[in-house]
C-alpha cells in the first residue's frame, strides 16, 4: 500500500512537466506580445494616498459595490424599502464630503468627481421612495457611469508621508462639499 505522502510525491512528479510546459508557452506568447502603449488603463491619472488612504478607499469602493447589489436584490424582490436603505450608502452626507475632500487633497478634480458620483447617487435613493422601478433602474445606470468614468480616469498611487504633505501643502482651489 502506498502512503499519502508517496502518491502526493508522484502526483506532482506527474503534474510537473505539464506545468512546465504551461509556464513556457505563457511566457512565449507574453514575450510575443505587443506592448500597447496607447491602453487606456494605462493612461489613468495618479491618485496619491497614503496607504492607509488607499486601504480605506478600496473598502469604501467594495462597499459602494455591495450597495449595488443589495438595491438589484432590492427590486428582484420589490421591497423598495431595502433598496433606499442600500442607494442611501452610494448618496451624499456631510461626513462622504469630508472623506472626498480629504482624499482628493493631493488631486482636487478627484474630489470633484468623486463628490458629484456621491450626489448623482442621491437619486437611487428618491426614486426608491417613489416606488418607481424604472426610475431606480435609470439613476442606477446614471449612477454605474459615474463609477466607471472615475474608475477610468483615476488609479491609486500609494506615496510616503513626506510626498503627501509636500503634495497637500500647496494652496489649491477650494473643492465645494455641497451643490
Do not use: Y
Request: charged share 20%; hydrophobic share 50%.
Amino acid at each position: 500500500m502506498i502512503g499519502s505522502n508517496a502518491i502526493w510525491v508522484l502526483l506532482m512528479l506527474a503534474v510537473e512537466p505539464a506545468l512546465a510546459a504551461t509556464q513556457s508557452a505563457a511566457t512565449a506568447s507574453a514575450a510575443d506580445a505587443p506592448i500597447m502603449a496607447d491602453d487606456p488603463i494605462e493612461d489613468r491619472r495618479p491618485l496619491p494616498l497614503l496607504q492607509m488612504m488607499a486601504d480605506h478607499q478600496k473598502q469604501m469602493m467594495r462597499d459602494h459595490l455591495a450597495a449595488v447589489q443589495e438595491i438589484v436584490t432590492a427590486l428582484a424582490a420589490n421591497d423598495f424599502g431595502a433598496a433606499e436603505r442600500a442607494a442611501v450608502r452610494l448618496g451624499f452626507s456631510d461626513e462622504v464630503g469630508r472623506i472626498c475632500v480629504r482624499i482628493g487633497a493631493a488631486s482636487p478634480a478627484f474630489a470633484s468627481q468623486a463628490l458629484a458620483f456621491h450626489h448623482t447617487a442621491d437619486g437611487i435613493a428618491a426614486a426608491a421612495r417613489l416606488r418607481d422601478r424604472s426610475r431606480v433602474l435609470a439613476q442606477l445606470s446614471t449612477t454605474l457611469q459615474a463609477c466607471r468614468a472615475c474608475h477610468a480616469q483615476w488609479k491609486q498611487q500609494v506615496v510616503d508621508e513626506p510626498t503627501w504633505d509636500r503634495l497637500t501643502a500647496a494652496p489649491r482651489s477650494a473643492v465645494p462639499t455641497h451643490e
